[in-house]
């Protein structure tokens, strides 16, 4: 397969033309390029790309820029930053009409190259649906939102302007710190530091206002069959534009506690022991490492005379009664140590765990590794995880990687269904250069290697919380036939990474597409076909062409 040639060769053949000329007749005007120039010319400049009206054709610098944390990344042809529904509509439903694939980036904190595209992409961070970005009713205890406001403004606002009386309830760790919005957040169906006890989106989100792939409006409550497709969805079924939420009222004087020990399979243990006994803290993280706990947390355990590093700490706050169920059960299990907890020393920790989606942690010291996501959304018991973690490793090392060292997440117990341990695979940055084609391949193998293994062994899907992007097409025919129909139908957008796939398929097989309806099932792939097709589309989005 020609891997260079197949996204060029695809975008090739979309209609730019006719596009452009239809969206110039809308009042959208083409920019090619963006250069300094005298005061007044870019002052003029300035407006109009603020305006909303921008169509940025084929401008190398700012495709390249437009991108989320996952090292998958494909140049999109266009690119348009609407502020208003009318400029929005009009990109909609001049670009499915002719079929051209669309995707939409919002805090661009993703982990899976969700809204690589070829095509068009729409940069959702300056677009408003209402005047009035947060509105709350206390008398219902909601809160109606647009899809571009800041999950860490929602959680302090919240909390201000009730008078510490209720929280917004999802709360990922990782908008400590980095631009999580709301579109993405319910596009993803995000949990946090608090979904142990209140879960993730789809409980608290009252309705959600989409525009779908025709351009008209609609107001998705509950009970709408939409409702489940939008939440998780990943915005190929309708794009977000605001949504209303339930507040949550939490227990007066919570109690704070970091626990933390030196041996992590005894830790699992006693987690095991807190899940089987239904204790559900409204706060509860947890961080592991074979070698020593980064940051704050290194200060733990120095008072220890044996091994001054604890391997191991938990975190969390909930009611007395609660907090204290839960360290009588670590201490009895785990063997651990505890520390109560001020407000300011709980938020402290709170703040350096935040911090772990950007650390790299493996047995080499050097700076020179970048952490690969792919799978790093473990979702286990906690009696599983040693086995889990060590299978894991054994595939890194086989494969000529450093072993993992250092894990950390939520104890997701809502549900009863354990840990949710984030592990990301430590590459070392020259794997990526495009030279490296072999380098490269390897990563793909490995991150394949470990999804079906995590998958045969344990029953573990890939991406437990974090969106999944490309790797859902890649890996389950069902949904890519599913979605086929709704694209044919018109009922979710022409879409980026099914096109590439099934350009992909169509090649390997010199079929056509007529014939993916009967060959692109389980049935006809072989274990190496499927290997070989996810293998094949992660170079593709590797080499970001």
């Not at 142990?196 to 789809?202: A, P, T």
């Not at 040693?386 to 549900?415: L, S, T, W």
Request: proline share 4%.
């Amino acid at each position: 397969m020609k891997h260079i040639s197949l996204i060029k060769d695809l975008q090739n053949r979309l209609p730019w033309n006719k596009f452009i000329n239809n969206m110039e007749k809308e009042g959208f005007f083409k920019l090619t390029h963006i250069k300094t120039s005298k005061v007044l010319e870019s002052k003029f400049n300035y407006h109009s790309i603020q305006s909303g009206y921008v169509m940025l054709v084929g401008n190398l610098i700012q495709a390249s820029v437009i991108r989320d944390t996952s090292h998958l990344h494909i140049r999109p042809y266009i690119l348009f930053r609407p502020k208003e529904e009318s400029q929005l509509r009009v990109i909609l439903k001049n670009s499915q009409k002719i079929n051209i694939p669309i995707t939409f980036a919002g805090g661009k904190t993703g982990l899976s190259g969700g809204y690589s595209n070829y095509g068009i992409i729409i940069d959702m961070v300056d677009f408003q649906s209402y005047k009035e970005p947060i509105r709350y009713d206390f008398k219902k205890n909601t809160v109606r939102v647009n899809q571009n406001v800041l999950i860490s403004d929602l959680i302090k606002y919240t909390l201000l302007r009730s008078d510490n009386k209720l929280i917004f309830p999802v709360q990922p760790a990782s908008s400590l710190k980095l631009p999580v919005r709301v579109g993405g957040l319910i596009a993803s169906n995000a949990s946090g530091i608090t979904s142990g006890k209140l879960g993730s989106v789809e409980n608290w989100v009252e309705t959600i206002r989409i525009m779908k792939p025709d351009g008209t409006l609609v107001e998705v409550g509950r009970k709408n069959p939409l409702f489940l497709k939008i939440i998780g969805g990943n915005g190929y079924f309708g794009v977000i534009l605001s949504a209303t939420f339930k507040l949550y009222h939490p227990e007066t004087n919570l109690k704070q506690a970091i626990l933390y020990g030196y041996n992590i399979a005894l830790a699992f243990n006693g987690l095991q022991s807190v899940l089987e006994s239904k204790i559900f803290p409204l706060v509860s993280e947890f961080v592991i490492s074979d070698q020593k706990l980064p940051g704050k947390f290194n200060e733990l355990g120095e008072e220890n005379s044996e091994d001054k590093h604890a391997k191991w700490a938990v975190l969390i706050k909930g009611s007395a009664d609660l907090a204290d169920k839960f360290i009588d059960i670590m201490n009895k299990k785990a063997l651990c140590d505890w520390n109560i907890l001020s407000e300011e020393e709980f938020q402290e920790f709170l703040q350096e765990r935040s911090s772990f989606a950007l650390l790299i942690q493996s047995e080499d010291n050097t700076s020179d590794f970048i952490a690969f996501p792919g799978f790093e959304d473990i979702l286990s018991e906690p009696k599983h995880l040693p086995e889990i973690i060590e299978m894991i490793n054994d595939i890194f090392i086989e494969k000529g990687f450093h072993k993992v060292i250092f894990g950390y997440g939520h104890i997701n117990f809502r549900k009863g269904q354990g840990l949710l341990l984030h592990m990301r695979l430590p590459v070392h940055i020259d794997f990526f250069f495009k030279e490296n084609q072999k380098k490269m391949r390897l990563i793909c193998e490995t991150v394949y290697s470990v999804i079906l293994n995590l998958n045969s062994k344990f029953k573990i899907k890939h991406k437990a919380e974090h969106s999944p992007g490309p790797f859902k097409i890649w890996l389950d025919p069902i949904f890519r036939r599913y979605l086929r129909e709704r694209v044919s139908e018109g009922e979710a957008f022409t879409n980026p990474h099914l096109l590439i796939f099934d350009e992909l398929f169509i090649r390997k097989f010199k079929s056509s597409i007529s014939d993916l309806s009967n060959t692109d099932n389980d049935d006809f792939l072989s274990i190496e076909d499927k290997k070989d097709l996810f293998i094949s589309a992660m170079r593709l989005y590797l080499s970001g062409e």
